[in-house]
C-alpha cells in the first residue's frame, strides 16, 4: 500500500521507553500542543477565508476572480501541509484526513467525482458533501474547481459546499487543539503510566510524517526513465515542489520545536547535530521552482530532483534508521506497510 | 486403556505451553512447511484452470466459459492466503507483480467500454490494447507485439514505468474471462460473452485469434512462475527456504509478523477496504471483473490466520500444523498470547461476513455505494477489526523481543 492514513493505531511500541524515567512528557506535550494550537489556528483562518471569499466571488461568478480564489487556496493547503501524514491527534480522532484532502489520487478518482456531482441534479450542501466520496470532500476537488474549471455557476454549485466543508473540518481540528485532544493529552502526560507512551508517540510523529512526505517526493519520481507527473500532490495548480518544501520546513520546525529537546535529554547530541545539518542542506539546495510537474519533464530538472533525493535519503536513514535504534522505540506497523 | 493414555497425553500436548517448550526455529519451520503446501496448492489449481482455459479455446461455450470462471475462483482460494508471505520475504514480493499485481488498466490488454473506462492519469499504455496491436508505440520505444508469447507479455508489464500496466496474472486472466464490470455499485459483474473467443465466424469484438493466444500465453506463464515458487520453498534444496531457515529464528519470527501486520493494515484494510470504502469507487475492489473481491478479502484474512496458528486447511482438506507463533508467545506470555488469538479469530469472523453478505446478494461493490449506510457499516467494521488485529500482533512481538519489524532495516537494529 503505500496510501495515507488510517485509523488511530499505535505506530509505535514502548516497551523500551516505558522502563526508563520519562519526566519530560508534560514538557513535550505542552510544546506539541503550543506548535498544533498556532497550526491549526492557521487552517481555520486560512480555510475560514477560503469559503467566505467563495461564497462572495459566487454571488456574481466572473473568470476575474479566479485569482484571487486560487491565493486563498493556497494559502489553505500551505496551513494543511503541517498536519499530513499524522497518526496521532485530532486528523484521526475526528478521521478527517482523508476529508481534507485525498491523496494519492492515482486514477483521477478527483476528476471522475467531481464529474458525476456536476452531472447530479441534487441540491448540494456541506451536510450532502461531507456523505460523499472523500475524492470530492476537500482541498483536492476545490483544486481541480479553482484551477481548471471556469468560475461560473456550476463551478460555484460545488465550491460553495465543499469549502464551508473544509473550513467546518478545519474548525473542529482547532477546536480539538483548544480543547477537548490538548485537555485530555494534558492529562496522559501527567499519568506516570501513559506518560511514556505519549512521549514516544510525540518523538514517533517525526517518522511518521516523515514517510507521508517521502511519498510526495517519491511517487512522481515514478522508476528509471518514466517519472509519473500526475501523481504529484498538487499538479493542477502546479505548486507541488512548493508544498514539499513547506512539508520539510514543517518537519524541521517540528524536529527543533519537539524532538530535539528530547535528544538532548537523551544525550544524543551528535546525532541532533546530524539531523540538523541533514535539514540545512536539503533546504538550502531546495530549487526555486514550484512545478515539481514541469521539473519531471526536462533532463535539467530531473538532475536536480535527483540531487535533492541524496539528501532527503539522508534526512530519512537520520530520523528512521538511526534514531528509533537509539531511542529504543520500536518501528511498528503504519498505514504505509502495504504496497 | 493404553490408547486413551496416549491421547490424554497427546491433547495435553497441544493445550499446556508449559509441558513442551515451543521453540523459535520451529515455528519457522513449521512456517516454511505451510508456505510450501500454499504454493502447492496454488499450483495444483491454476493446473485446473489451464485445462478449462484449453478447453474455453478449443471449444467456446457458455458453459466451457462458466467452466473456466469457476476454476479462476477456485485458483485464487489457495493463491489469496499466500499473499501474508510477500511483505517480508523479497523472493515473493519481487516476484508477485507478475502474478497478482492491481489494480490494473485493462485497456492496455484488450477493448473496453471508452465512457467508462477509468485508467492511472498519464500512463501512456492505458489504452494499448494489445490484443488488436500487432505493434505497439510508447513514447520513444516501439514493440513488436505480432506473436503473443508468455515473454512478450512478461516484458509488457509495468510498461511505460506505470505500475498499472498488468499484462499478466490472475486479474489479467480475471479480465479475459469476466470483461470490465460496467455496473459501478450496482449488483452484477463483468459480462464478456463466449463469443470473444470463437474463432471465424461468430467472433466478436474482433481479433478472437489473438485474444485466445493471450489467454493461454497468462495461463502458461502463471503455471511457470508458481512451480519457481513452489521451488523455492521444498524442503531439502538449495534454495530460499534453506537460506531463511539457517539464519537465526528471529529473523523468521520477524518476516512472519511483519507479513501479518503489513497485509492486515496496510494492505487490506488499507488499499483494498478503505480507500474503496471512503472514496465510493468499485475500480478500487480487488478482484472488480469477477465480482469476487468478498473471497479475496476473506482468504487473506485466512493466510493471517494460518501464520498466527501455524495451520493450513490445504485444497483436498488435509491439514498442515506445528509449531506455532501463537505457542510461542503463549509460552512467555499466555495473555498476550490469548489477546492476539482472540484479535485474528475476531478479525477472520468479520471479514467472514463480507462473504456472507455476498452470498446474499450484496457483493462487495455494492457495499460500499454512498448510499448503502448499513453496507458502509459492514465494510468499516472489518476495517476495525484488522487494524485491532494489527495491535496485537505488534504486542506479540514485543513479547518475543523483536522490537524493529521491518526486516529491510532489521540490520539497523543493535
Known amino acids: 500500500m503505500k496510501r495515507i492514513v488510517l485509523l488511530p493505531l499505535l505506530g509505535v511500541s514502548f516497551t523500551a521507553l516505558a522502563s526508563e524515567a520519562a519526566p519530560d512528557a508534560s514538557q513535550i506535550s505542552q510544546r506539541l500542543i503550543t506548535l498544533k494550537q498556532q497550526q491549526s489556528q492557521q487552517l481555520a483562518q486560512t480555510s475560514r477565508t477560503l469559503a467566505q471569499l467563495t461564497q462572495q466571488v459566487c454571488q456574481a461568478p466572473k473568470p476575474a476572480s479566479s485569482k484571487k480564489l486560487q491565493h486563498a487556496w493556497l494559502q489553505t493547503m500551505t496551513a494543511w501541509v503541517p498536519f499530513q501524514g499524522e497518526k496521532q491527534g485530532p486528523i484521526q480522532q475526528l478521521d478527517v484526513a482523508w476529508s481534507m484532502q485525498f491523496w494519492p489520487d492515482k486514477k483521477n478518482l478527483t476528476g471522475r467525482k467531481v464529474q458525476s456531482l456536476q452531472q447530479a441534479d441534487i441540491a448540494l450542501t456541506p451536510e450532502i458533501i461531507a456523505q460523499r466520496s472523500v475524492a470530492v470532500r476537500g482541498l483536492g476537488a476545490l483544486e481541480l474547481l479553482i484551477y481548471e474549471a471556469p468560475l461560473d455557476a456550476s463551478s460555484c454549485r460545488l465550491l460553495q459546499p465543499i469549502s464551508s466543508l473544509v473550513a467546518e473540518n478545519a474548525a473542529k481540528i482547532q477546536h480539538q487543539w483548544q480543547h477537548d485532544y490538548q485537555q485530555a493529552l494534558t492529562v496522559r502526560a501527567k499519568d506516570p503510566q501513559a506518560a511514556p507512551m505519549v512521549t514516544g508517540q510525540t518523538v514517533a510523529e517525526l517518522s511518521h510524517q516523515l514517510s507521508f512526505i517521502n511519498k510526495k517526493f517519491f511517487m512522481p519520481l515514478g522508476k528509471g526513465k518514466y517519472p509519473k507527473p500526475y501523481q504529484a500532490e498538487s499538479w493542477r495548480s502546479e505548486t507541488s515542489l512548493l508544498q514539499l518544501k513547506t512539508s520539510f520546513s514543517a518537519l524541521q520546525l517540528y524536529f527543533n520545536t519537539i524532538v530535539k529537546p528530547f535528544l538532548l535529554s537523551k544525550d544524543q547530541a551528535p546525532l541532533v547535530a546530524d539531523i540538523e545539518q541533514a535539514f540545512v542542506n536539503l533546504l538550502q539546495n531546495w530549487p526555486p521552482q514550484t512545478s515539481l510537474k514541469a521539473m519531471l519533464g526536462d533532463d535539467k530538472g530531473l538532475a536536480q530532483l535527483y540531487r535533492l533525493r541524496i539528501d532527503i535519503d539522508q534526512l530519512s536513514y537520520l530520523i528512521q534508521d538511526v534514531m528509533p535504534v537509539q531511542l529504543k522505540i520500536v518501528v511498528g506497523f503504519n498505514a504505509t506497510d502495504g504496497d | ?414
Request: charged residues 20%.
Open chain 2, 1 to 414: 486403556m493404553k490408547k486413551t493414555i496416549i491421547a490424554m497425553l497427546t491433547a495435553s500436548a497441544f493445550t499446556s505451553s508449559a509441558a513442551w517448550a515451543v521453540e523459535s526455529k520451529d515455528v519457522v519451520s513449521n512456517y516454511a512447511d505451510i508456505v510450501h503446501a500454499v504454493y502447492e496448492d496454488a499450483e495444483t489449481t491454476a493446473k485446473a484452470l489451464d485445462s478449462a482455459i484449453d478447453a474455453l479455446i478449443k471449444t467456446p461455450s457458455a458453459e466451457t466459459l462458466a467452466a473456466a470462471k469457476k476454476a479462476w475462483l477456485a485458483a485464487r482460494v489457495p493463491y489469496q492466503q499466500s499473499e501474508v508471505f510477500r511483505f517480508g520475504n523479497s523472493i515473493v514480493d519481487d516476484w508477485e507483480g507478475q502474478l497478482n499485481a492491481w489494480p490494473l488498466d485493462e485497456g492496455l490488454i484488450d477493448y473496453v467500454d471508452s465512457k467508462s473506462y477509468q485508467h492511472e492519469l498519464g500512463n501512456p499504455g492505458a489504452t494499448a490494447n494489445i490484443i488488436s496491436s500487432a505493434s505497439i508505440q510508447v513514447g520513444n520505444d516501439k514493440i513488436d507485439a505480432s506473436k503473443i508469447a508468455p515473454e512478450l507479455l512478461a516484458e509488457l508489464n509495468e510498461l511505460g514505468g506505470s505500475e498499472a500496466n498488468v499484462a499478466t496474472g490472475y486479474h489479467a486472466i480475471e479480465f479475459l474471462l469476466w470483461g470490465q464490470d460496467l455496473n459501478g455499485t450496482n449488483a452484477g459483474a463483468g459480462a464478456r460473452a463466449y463469443t470473444d473467443y470463437l474463432q471465424g465466424k461468430g467472433c466478436t469484438n474482433d481479433n478472437c485469434d489473438r485474444r485466445a493466444e493471450y489467454l493461454k500465453s497468462t495461463s502458461t506463464l502463471l503455471l511457470t512462475d508458481l512451480a519457481e515458487m513452489k521451488q523455492e520453498w521444498s524442503a531439502g534444496q538449495d534454495n530460499y527456504r534453506a537460506e531463511l531457515t539457517a539464519k537465526p529464528a528471529k529473523d523468521g519470527l520477524r518476516i512472519m509478523l511483519f507479513g501479518m501486520g503489513s497485509l492486515s493494515l496496510g494492505e487490506l484494510a488499507g488499499e483494498r477496504m478503505k480507500v474503496a470504502l471512503e472514496a465510493n469507487s468499485p475500480e478500487d475492489e480487488h478482484d472488480c471483473f469477477s465480482d469476487n473481491t468478498h473471497n479475496s478479502h476473506f482468504y487473506n484474512q485466512q493466510g493471517i490466520n494460518n501464520v498466527w496458528f501455524g495451520q493450513y486447511t490445504r485444497v483436498d482438506g488435509s491439514k498442515v500444523s506445528g509449531a506455532s507463533l501463537e505457542e510461542l508467545v503463549a509460552s512467555k506470555d499466555k495473555a498476550a498470547a490469548e489477546k492476539a488469538s482472540k484479535a485474528v479469530s475476531a478479525a477472520t469472523e468479520q471479514v467472514k461476513t463480507l462473504v456472507v453478505s455476498a452470498e446474499n446478494g450484496q457483493a462487495f461493490d455494492q457495499l460500499i455505494a454512498p448510499d448503502n449506510a448499513k453496507g458502509n457499516a459492514l465494510v468499516n467494521e472489518s476495517i476495525v477489526a484488522l487494524v485491532k488485529q494489527t495491535g496485537e500482533i505488534e504486542k506479540a512481538s514485543n513479547v518475543l523481543g523483536i522490537y524493529n519489524l521491518n526486516p529491510d532495516t532489521a540490520d539497523h537494529e543493535f
